[in-house]
């Protein structure tokens, strides 16, 4: 893992949460990882926890009404840590239990879902911090590795057949139904697995951003398993 991340030009290392929040990207730069190796029972955390909702989020007032083992508690003790750490740089981290996304299959020549490539916009300078601590976790994928699939001629074809609007109000449209947002990977590309317990910060498109928005996807869930995924 760690020679991947070395290996992959737009990701970064870092040792401490204060190098990773503080840390000002540059190109080609656009992901930073706190990397952690952190071998404690967050299985048996996922295991208490209730799944009301294909996405449940969990609060600190449940995660400490949990009876834990000692591996499990140290687990806790990680998870609780990270959303005081996050809280206190300004930020709102929620903690979800997740069985599934919900999957958009309105159309059959593009998805606008966590499942594909997309990239986070806001209208205010900001980062996406994300760390799965147990299931499934998610993957980036360099900018020169995919294509805007907005500008994919056989995609966009077809989005302008379902278009009734003015010509001038087309890239209007692809931006309110956040098509414009997706990509699609070129044949060869090579997405790099976030992996379990680092913490990352990816660069949203926003109108201060210095550099080109992080590339990322939700993983398809592994069959019969949960994922507990800490995001802001």
């Known amino acids: 893992m760690l020679e991947l991340i070395h290996s992959y030009p737009q990701a970064k290392l870092v040792n401490t949460f204060q190098a990773l929040a503080n840390e000002v990207f540059e190109d080609p730069v656009n992901a930073l990882c706190w ?17 009301i ?18 591996s499990a ?13 996050l809280t206190e740089l300004g930020a709102s981290p929620s903690l979800n239990l997740i069985k599934e996304y919900q999957r958009d299959e309105e159309l059959d020549f593009i998805s606008t879902d966590v499942y594909s490539f997309h990239v986070d916009r806001s209208p205010l300078a900001t980062d996406t911090y994300l760390c799965t601590y147990y299931g499934a976790a998610s993957d980036i994928i360099s900018n020169d590795q995919v294509e805007q699939k907005i500008h994919i001629p056989e995609i966009r074809q077809k989005i302008k057949s379902l278009f009734d609007g003015e010509d001038h109000e087309f890239e209007d449209f692809l931006e309110e139904t956040y098509m414009d947002l997706h990509y699609q990977p070129k044949n060869g590309a090579a997405p790099l697995n976030l992996g379990i317990g680092h913490l990352w910060r ?10 080109l928005p992080c590339i990322h996807r939700a993983p398809k869930e592994n069959a019969g398993e949960l994922r507990l995924l800490l995001i802001c």
């Open 53 to 70: 909702e294909d996405i449940t989020e969990i609060t600190i007032a449940q995660l400490e009404q949990l009876k834990l083992s000692d």
């Open 73 to 85: 508690s140290k687990a806790r003790d990680i998870i609780l840590n990270d959303i005081m750490l």
């Open 35 to 51: 990397y952690r190796h952190l071998d404690f029972n967050f299985e048996e955390i996922v295991r208490k926890l209730t799944l």
């Open 202 to 211: 990816l660069a949203v498109d926003h109108p201060d951003q210095k550099v």
